[in-house]
């Protein structure tokens, strides 16, 4: 039987991005994705945590061995790279290799979908601790930065890979994968400078970074208005 503890984490973790999910399915109404593909996407993305938690244990206990801190650049990059490529494998082993796969806003919408997914089940995580201490303030504040910002992040950055596929949708193959990895490559900047700068600046820059991340979603909303437009032929 589920746990009160582990059944209001999990409702903290899930209900936020099933919100954000909505938010951006909206954005693809006029030719909504298959239900299931959603479905079993977004469960993909819950399921890649618990690989990359793993690797970022090894990648923090080869650094402290070295003498490296937990939040120097190269462990925040290899965490951010991590996440980005599990959260990318679990997009593209349930739609992006398919046949449902056949318009350029798919690739936006199965990357976020997978992204939140990601993130609902790290979220998760991150409110155990306090709720299992019995700390109902810090899981509220836990709670309401993991909405704000880490999702958010989460988002962008995948979104950022589902973007570069979309205007790459009619290219060559050679240049679709070429996308893909430009689209990793800004995927795993922005995901390592967000860590970087919340965790070594401290509270006093939480507003602009988080107010970046906003603009970032806007600057992806406005490309996916471009995506939506006819594709145009040429005689």
Known sequence: ?????????????????????????????????????????????????PFVLPVE?????????????????????????????????AA???????????????????LVTAALGFSAAENMLFLLNPLMDGNVLQTIVTGDLRFIGATLLHTLSSASIGVALAF????????????ALC?????????????FFILGSGSGATFWIFLVIWLGIVAILLGLERVKRPMPHYS
């Open 92 to 110: 593209y082993l349930v739609a992006l290799r398919s046949r449902v796969f056949d318009e350029p806003l798919d690739a936006v919408v199965y």
């Open 1 to 49: 039987m589920l746990s009160p503890v582990l059944f209001i984490a999990f409702l903290g973790g899930v209900l936020p991005a099933l919100l954000w999910l909505t938010f951006w399915l909206l954005e693809d109404r006029l030719h909504p994705e298959p239900k299931k593909y959603i479905f079993f996407c977004f469960l993909a993305g819950m399921c890649m945590v």
């Open 57 to 89: 244990r090894l990648v923090l206990a080869q650094a402290i061995s070295l003498g490296y801190a937990s939040t120097s650049l190269g462990v925040l990059f290899l965490w951010a790279l991590a996440e980005e490529l599990f959260k990318f494998a």
């Open 168 to 179: 790459s949708f009619y290219q060559p193959a050679a240049a679709r994968r070429l996308a």
């Open 183 to 195: 689209g990793v490559i800004l995927a795993v900047a922005l995901h390592t400078l967000f860590n």
